[in-house]
């Protein structure tokens, strides 16, 4: 079993930066493939990016969401059981429940049901 604490949402206007954080705990987090996915008031939840598994290799995978490429990033630091998500020139069609999300292979990553375990959201709002 794996806990997920996301964290480092808020209220931020358009053009600006946040940083958001997942924690996990309960078992290896350095093999994990980590994600991160959104749902918009009245949208789906979908896929915003992912980070590989670490456990033999100091290189990860990473992937992003077309909307979110160039502008935000994504990183892992297994010493602290966490990752992140690097958000810049925000936009307000960011604005979403942001969540962290966990799983055990690197097989279809951008699907929701791919992953075993999920966060509870933090809230992220971009104003015009």
């Known amino acids: 079993q794996v806990q997920l604490v996301e964290s480092g949402g808020g209220l931020v206007q358009a053009g600006g930066s946040l940083r958001l954080s997942c924690a996990a705990s309960g078992r290896t987090f350095s093999g994990l493939v980590m994600g991160w996915f959104r749902q918009g008031q009245g949208k789906e939840r979908e896929f915003v990016a992912v980070?590989?598994?670490?456990?033999?290799?100091?290189?990860?995978?990473?992937f992003y969401a077309d909307s979110v490429k160039g502008r935000f990033t994504i990183s892992r630091d297994n010493a602290k059981n966490s990752v992140y998500l690097q958000m810049n020139s925000l936009k307000p069609e960011d604005s979403a429940v942001y969540y962290c999300a966990a799983t055990n292979g690197w097989q279809a990553v951008t699907r929701t049901d791919s992953y075993l375990y999920w966060g509870q959201g933090t809230q992220v709002t971009v104003s015009s």
């Open positions: 980070v590989g598994g670490s456990t033999y290799t100091t290189y990860v995978s990473t």
